[in-house]
């Protein structure tokens, strides 16, 4: 399977905690883009890397979320002091981008993150 | 304030019958248009996709239908399946902005058989 795989799939923590999210793109697409979901809406973006440079962070990233992308490969993203708002599933994306506006972003399955 | 508004929020069909979900945006630039499909546990899977220079895109049963000057567009699904039972998401993105996605909110599709 060469699509897009997260870890972990499922993550129950308690108020508080850290939690660290792996994301595997597809080989060789330089794009990768973290999405939040929660129930019944559609995913929210949160930051984005091209290759190994973030080049964008959505404002409901606080100071406590962090990702990171090294090398250009995979990427983490880190929750800090976890609060219950935090609870939704993450999702993981990338492309091939080539120019112009036409991309196909390939979504994992996502991160189901529970904070007690 | 979510930037792409999408109805309804869910819809019922009778196998062989047409879905219809519509979206519309405020934000004249943008210039990609894609829709999305999400099973259960799974993450959303890119399902058709539209440039806003033209009007009507169809792939198989699926069909976006676009309509620039009343910055509206909408997905047609044709004799609908039980396996079209998903939910949709509309999209829309800006070249200046990267491949950054704004989401509708998605539209729950049941076909009933």
């Known amino acids: 399977d060469t699509g897009v795989s997260q870890d972990p799939r499922h993550k129950i923590t308690k108020r508080g905690q850290n939690v660290t999210f792996r994301c595997d793109p597809i080989s060789e697409h330089n794009r990768l883009y973290w999405y939040r979901q929660t129930l019944g809406q559609g995913p929210e973006f949160l930051t984005y890397?091209?290759?190994?440079?973030?080049?964008?962070k959505s404002r409901l990233l606080s100071d406590r979320f962090s990702a990171e992308r090294p090398k250009g490969s995979f990427s983490t993203l880190e929750i800090q002091r976890t609060e219950q708002g935090d609870s939704a599933m993450y999702l993981c994306?990338?492309?091939?981008?080539?120019?112009?506006?036409?991309?196909?972003?390939?979504f994992g399955p996502g991160t189901r993150l529970l904070v007690l | 304030q979510q930037q792409v508004k999408q109805s309804p929020q869910s819809l019922i069909v009778q196998k062989g019958g047409i879905s219809i979900i519509n979206c519309a945006y405020e934000?004249?630039?943008?210039?990609?248009f894609p829709w999305y499909q999400q099973f259960p546990g799974k993450g959303p899977a890119l399902l058709i996709a539209?440039?806003?220079?033209?009007s009507e895109k169809k792939e198989g049963r699926f069909t976006i239908s676009f309509n620039k000057s009343a910055k509206q567009f909408s997905l047609h699904i044709m004799d609908s399946q039980p396996g079209d039972s998903a939910t949709y998401f509309c999209?829309?993105?800006?070249?200046?902005?990267?491949?950054?996605?704004?989401f509708g909110a998605g539209t729950q599709v049941v076909v009933t058989p």
């Open positions: 994306a990338s492309s091939r981008w080539r120019g112009g506006p036409e991309e196909t972003q390939y």
């Open positions: 890397f091209q290759n190994e440079a973030q080049l964008e």
């Open positions: 934000n004249t630039a943008f210039d990609y």
């Open positions: 539209i440039r806003p220079d033209v």
């Open positions: 999209a829309a993105s800006r070249t200046d902005s990267w491949g950054k996605l704004q």
